[in-house]
T-cell receptor
Framework: EAGVAQSPRYKIIEKRQSVAFWCNPI?????LYWYQQILGQGPKLLIQ????????DSQLPKDRFSAERLKGVDSTLKIQPAKLEDSAVYLC?????????????FGPGTRLTVT | GIQVEQSPPDLILQEGANSTLRCNFS?????LQWFHQNPWGQLINLFY???GTKQNGRLSATTVATERYSLLYISSSQTTDSGVYFC??????????FGKGTKLSVIP
């Protein structure tokens, strides 16, 4: 079974530019999460989708971040315009919930550097 | 939200030694996972353990939900066990809240 796929793996942009990250969850997983992990800290949830609906985006900085999950499969996270403090690893995770287990599985992440 | 405290923050072990990592959390949970983040940043699932005890090879975990803590045991540590270990309990919509992690270094 293929794992969670993310691209790109690395991205370097200048502040005020825009960037987009892509995630393809494990096949059949209804729930998809985006996390932000700043160096030295644990991942922090940004947004949770179930199928193509948003369950929780309370921690998403909506003035600059947006996310969508078209057709309940792939998802895209966008930052526009980027700030220096957005430098982090962006992790995508998926879960078979609510069909079965609540266990989350993570992709390899996208490391963003904003200069 | 849930507060998560992991201890110790840093741990250095000689290869072959055993260790216990602890995770305390502030509220009732219906989900808890342990992860190993390797030096390349990949989060690897170790255990899904909202309660009870599980074992997988040299690793085992115990969660006592009523007392709001979980333990991860590593026996006969190897250099490949190095990395950061995260505890992540969850409640409500089955979201996970991550602790700050325990950084483990296993030296030969």
């Amino acid at each position: 079974e293929a794992g969670v796929a993310q691209s790109p793996r690395y991205k370097i942009i200048e502040k005020r530019q825009s960037v987009a990250f892509w995630c393809n969850p494990i096949s059949g997983h209804a729930t998809l999460y985006w996390y932000q992990q700043i160096l030295g800290q644990g991942p922090k949830l940004l947004i949770q989708f179930q199928n193509n609906g948003v369950v929780d985006d309370s921690q998403l900085p909506k003035d600059r971040f947006s996310a969508e999950r078209l057709k309940g499969v792939d998802s895209t996270l966008k930052i526009q315009p980027a700030k220096l403090e957005d430098s982090a690893v962006y992790l995508c995770a998926s879960s078979p919930y609510p069909a079965s287990s609540y266990e989350q599985y993570f992709g390899p992440g996208t490391r963003l550097t904003v200069t | 939200g849930i507060q998560v405290e992991q201890s110790p923050p840093d741990l250095i072990l000689q290869e072959g030694a055993n260790s216990t990592l602890r995770c305390n959390f502030s509220d009732s949970v219906n989900n808890l996972q342990w992860f190993h983040q390797n030096p390349w940043g990949q989060l690897i699932n170790l255990f899904y353990i909202p309660s009870g005890t599980k074992q997988n090879g040299r690793l085992s975990a115990t969660t006592v939900a009523t007392e709001r803590y979980s333990l991860l045991y590593i026996s006969s540590s190897q250099t490949t066990d190095s990395g950061v270990y995260f505890c992540a309990p969850g409640a409500g919509s089955y979201q996970l809240t991550f602790g700050k992690g325990t950084k483990l270094s296993v030296i030969p």
